[in-house]
């Protein structure tokens, strides 16, 4: 006895159902994300250059997780601008000799506080910044 069996019915895919997932990934993506502007942070290898002027010693800045130390202070980051200010001499001529800031990383340390201590630092016209490693 022979069992005969039909054609093949072709089945056809509904694209509602993925068009429905990519629209629900795509609204998902959408307000999950966020649109704030990020800043650029100019960062230049170690090269020959003007050197510092012999009677200033450099400023050592020590980034941690959770402190910041200037030259051995323990300051907060909102008052390290101010800080800078007063070391450096707001009334600086043009032709007044640049500031070198030794900017020494703990290992635990992210790079968005390092971003953010870096963009206090470049605030100021004549601090030379150089990245320990």
Known sequence: MALRMGKRSARRLSMTSLID?????????????????Y???DLMAAEGGQGVAADSRPLFLKLDTAQISLNGETLALADLDLRLKSMTGAAASPEQQTQQVLLSLSPEVTSQRLVDVLAI????????????G
């Not at 997932?21 to 502007?37: D, N």
């Not at 630092?121 to 320990?132: D, M």
Request: proline share 3%; net charge positive.
């Open 21 to 37: 997932v990519i629209f629900l990934l795509l609204l998902f993506f959408m307000l999950s994300s966020t649109f704030s502007r």
């Open 39 to 41: 800043g650029a942070i």
């Open 121 to 132: 630092l470049n605030r100021q016209p004549t601090l030379t910044v150089t990245v320990l």
